[in-house]
Each structure stands twice: as C-alpha cells, then as structure tokens.
C-alpha cells in the first residue's frame, strides 16, 4: 500500500537521526480550512516544531512516539491520516517539502485556474474528489496523467487504485498539502504551489 511504502521510506531516509524518539502530536484545528481539493476538517500533524496541516474526515488529538507508525498495518481512516499527516510533517522537519500547510484561501482561484490549465491537452484521471473544470477519462488506462487528491486515502478502493496505478508507471500528480509529504519520501511530483 503506498501509505506503508511512503511510511518505509520516511523510516530509512530518517534512519540514524534520531527521529524515531521525537513525539507526533495531531489536534483537530477546528478554526482553520482546508484545501479546495479535499474534503473534510482541519487536523494539525506536529514534529519537531513543525505543524503540516491535512484535512481529514475524522480528526482526532492524540500523541505517540514516531516509531509506533512504523510498523502499523494502518487500515483504519483514523492510521491512514495520521500516516499522511505524520509522513508530511517530518518531511518538513527533514526539509525534503516546505509545503505542509494550506494556503490562504484567498490563492484557490489562482491555484485551480493554473492546475486546469497545466491539465489541458492531457487525458487525465481523478482519484479522490472531482476537481472543477478538468475533464476526465471514464478510467485510468486511457489516461495520460493520474491526479491524486488527499481525499483518496479514505476509500480501501481508491488507495488499491492508486497502488495500480503507480505499478502500471503512468504518470501521476499528487495534488494538495494532505499529500506533499508521500508525494517527496516517494520522490513524485505533487501540486501545491501556494501551500506554505
């Protein structure tokens, strides 16, 4: 499953830093919004002193050491995000992203606008929630590039697909701070130009 692939590969580019003893502490941030590409609530992921910010449709408060995740089958939608929020905070915090927040509100129209247009001309699939003004294909096989929202962690079907997909070598974008963090341990590219 890519969540316990990116898991593994966080662990051995962390390997001998001492990560694995630092705290992941994750609370709901009930005031701040989420991207316009996914769905959900605002839950802070924070390592290190540094905060990623994922949506999720269960936010939780909890606090366990890194190493925990490492082993963890993550089948339930609470792991799952957890994993996503955890891989995103400490690639911040091993500066392999520096965009593990959402942006203003204010840059969504710039940001779809630029992502429809980077779109055009290709025949693109959507795995998670639909995205305004990009057309896509009725599968991933007649697809030249593969979108990947932070949505589709939810769905078992939506991360086996995303699995396919990845082992099929088409061309995919991960899209969204929910997956900037698997998007750079899994060296992909990932769309999020205004995040912070």
């Known amino acids: 499953m890519i969540l316990i692939d990116a898991v593994k590969k966080m662990k051995n580019i962390a390997e001998g830093m001492g990560t694995e003893d ?5 609370a709901s941030l009930p005031d701040n919004h ?3 590409f996914c769905s959900g609530k605002c839950m802070g992921a924070e390592f290190g002193g540094h905060v990623a910010e994922i949506s999720t449709p269960e936010p939780f408060t909890a606090k366990m050491r890194l ?4 082993d963890a089958p993550l089948k339930s939608v609470k792991t799952k995000y957890a994993a996503a929020g955890a891989i995103t905070t400490v690639s911040g915090f091993l500066m392999l992203t520096r965009k593990t927040a959402v942006c203003s509100d204010v840059m969504f129209e710039d940001c779809l606008a630029e992502l429809v247009d980077f779109c055009k001309g290709k025949d693109v699939y959507i795995i998670g929630k639909d995205i305004a003004g990009i057309s896509q294909t009725l599968t ?4 030249d590039l593969i979108l990947i929202s932070g949505d589709a962690f939810s769905e078992d079907s939506s991360v086996e697909e995303i699995d396919e997909v990845i082992a099929s ?25 205004y995040g912070t």
Do not use: H, M, R, Y
């Open 169 to 193: 070598g088409k061309d995919v974008l991960f899209v969204g701070p929910n997956c900037t963090g698997i998007a750079a341990v899994l060296q992909k590219p990932s769309w999020c130009p």
């Open 22 to 26: 630092g705290d992941l502490i994750f």
């Open 67 to 70: 190493e925990n995740l490492f």
């Open 34 to 36: 989420v991207c316009q």
């Open 140 to 143: 991933s096989d007649e697809a």
